[in-house]
């Protein structure tokens, strides 16, 4: 799980990418609350092969990329 909530991008994008080269995970939670943070990791997720879905509670999202 990446808490990346109150970073502004590209911070939580560079945290997802950190993760992502360093432990190759099937599956990884990321939480923002920026809209432009959900559609940044979303680029990325797609560029890397995984599937996203998003939760949305109160402003703040839930990110699940999944291989």
Known sequence: ???ARG???????VMVQ???KKNHPQKLE????AMVCVEN???YAA???YAL???EADGEYTLTLTK
Do not use: N
């Not at 990321?30 to 609350?33: E, I, K, S, T």
């Open 18 to 20: 950190q993760e992502v």
């Open 30 to 33: 990321v939480m923002v609350d």
């Open 41 to 43: 990791i979303s680029r």
């Open 1 to 3: 799980m990446i808490d």
């Open 53 to 55: 879905s998003v939760e």
């Open 47 to 49: 560029l890397e092969g």
């Open 7 to 13: 970073q502004s991008c590209p911070i939580p994008v």
